[in-house]
């Protein structure tokens, strides 16, 4: 089962939705819903409303993932680390004050 259709059709079926149902939660309109589940026709934006509202990740909608939930992705299993916004700001941060601290000490070799 690869077709963003036949995904977007099981995982209303298991959430016990309806067509209308994802399509409102996901600030669609239903003749859109019904446009992407018989002719293929979804733009990403789209697929990412639909993809939070049935709470999966939009490569498993795509068909481009078995992983449904990020938070079930393990490191050793997916190759992906998960982190938190602060943590990834925070790292950030110390790549600069690192490169300015480098950049000073090269500064002032060349002097």
């Known amino acids: 089962m690869k077709r ?7 995982l209303i079926a298991e959430r016990g939705m309806t067509l209308l149902q994802l399509a409102i939660q996901s600030n669609i309109t239903e003749a859109t819903l019904h446009a992407i589940l018989n002719r293929n026709d979804a733009k990403y934006s789209q697929l990412i409303r639909m993809a939070r509202t049935l ?9 481009e993932s078995e992983i449904q939930n990020i938070s ?6 997916a ?9 990834v700001l ?5 790549i600069i004050e690192l490169q300015a601290k ?9 002097v």
């Not at 963003?4 to 099981?10: A, K, W």
């Not at 709470?55 to 068909?63: D, E, R």
């Open 102 to 110: 480098l950049l000073a000490k090269l500064t002032e070799s060349e």
């Open 79 to 87: 190759g992906y680390v998960v982190l938190k916004t602060e943590e």
């Open 4 to 10: 963003v259709e036949d995904r977007i059709r099981v």
């Open 55 to 63: 709470n999966v990740t939009v490569a498993y909608l795509m068909g």
């Open 72 to 77: 079930d992705v393990q490191e050793t299993q």
């Open 90 to 94: 925070d790292m950030q941060r110390k």
